[in-house]
């Protein structure tokens, strides 16, 4: 059982910056950031394997990272030149596996971000 609380959420203003953060309660291979909007699928924004390699949605690629800190167990997305099409609900979500690929097990409460034109 893993378990993740985020935190980090806000409002800001497009172009600006938010760093979410998610405490997670054991040290699982697989995590990721989602995001859900209002109306819309859920999307995977950003995975992260081993706290090493990552991947990302394209429609973030270049502005989020997604990153950890094994000492502190928790981990973060920082999101740069933020876009009001970014606003949505963010989880964090880890597995218990190493198939990063597939769906995900463990999810956290949800932070939202509001980005403002």
């Known amino acids: 059982q893993v378990q993740l609380v985020e935190s980090g959420g806000g409002s800001v203003q497009a172009g600006g910056s938010l760093t979410l953060s998610c405490a997670y309660s054991?040290?699982?291979?697989?995590m990721a950031w989602f995001r859900q909007a209002p109306g819309k699928e859920r999307e995977r924004v950003a995975t992260?394997?081993?706290?090493?390699?990552?991947s990302y949605a394209d429609s973030v690629k270049g502005r989020f990272t997604i990153s950890g800190n094994s000492a502190k167990n928790t981990l973060y997305l920082q999101m740069n030149s933020l876009k009001p099409e970014d606003t949505a609900m963010y989880y964090c979500?880890?597995?218990?596996?190493?198939?990063?690929?597939?769906?995900?097990?463990?999810w956290g409460q949800g932070t939202q971000v509001t980005v403002s034109s």
């Open positions: 979500a880890a597995r218990g596996d190493f198939y990063c690929s597939g769906s995900y097990t463990f």
């Open positions: 992260i394997e081993g706290l090493s390699r990552t």
């Open positions: 054991a040290s699982p291979y697989c």
